[in-house]
């Protein structure tokens, strides 16, 4: 059984930053990506990042060049920098995985952006 746990979410002021993680388990076959979502409320779950199994990463145009996506293959580990933040970064952040075996999220964690 795969199983996605994010942490690191939590409330910070407006410039501050955060580190999220996702603590990947259980087999999944094949690793095709692994990607960070995030959604608001009244909002549609949002891709935020991705990184391939090569480690091509790219990035939702609003995030770049304040979030640095990685991750620690031997580990299972997959990483969100979040520097900079905004109010309009405020969301519930889902880690998500896809492999040969399906796609697969984790229960999510809350960050909130005071301004």
């Known amino acids: 059984q795969v199983q996605l746990v994010e942490s690191g979410g939590g409330l910070v002021q407006a410039g501050g930053s955060l580190r999220l993680s996702c603590a990947a388990s259980?087999?999944?076959?094949?690793?095709?990506?692994m990607a960070w979502y995030r959604q608001a409320p009244g909002n549609e779950r949002q891709w935020v990042a991705y990184?391939?199994?090569?480690?091509?990463?790219n990035y939702l145009d609003s995030v770049k060049g304040r979030f640095t996506i990685s991750r620690d293959n031997a580990k299972n580990m997959l990483y969100l920098q979040m520097d900079s933040l905004k109010p309009e970064d405020a969301a519930v952040y889902y880690c998500?995985?896809?492999?040969?075996?399906?796609?697969?999220w984790g229960q999510g964690t809350q960050v909130t952006v005071s301004s």
């Open positions: 990184i391939t199994s090569g480690g091509s990463t």
């Open positions: 259980g087999s999944f076959g094949r690793l095709n990506l």
């Open positions: 998500n995985l896809q492999a040969s075996s399906g796609t697969y």
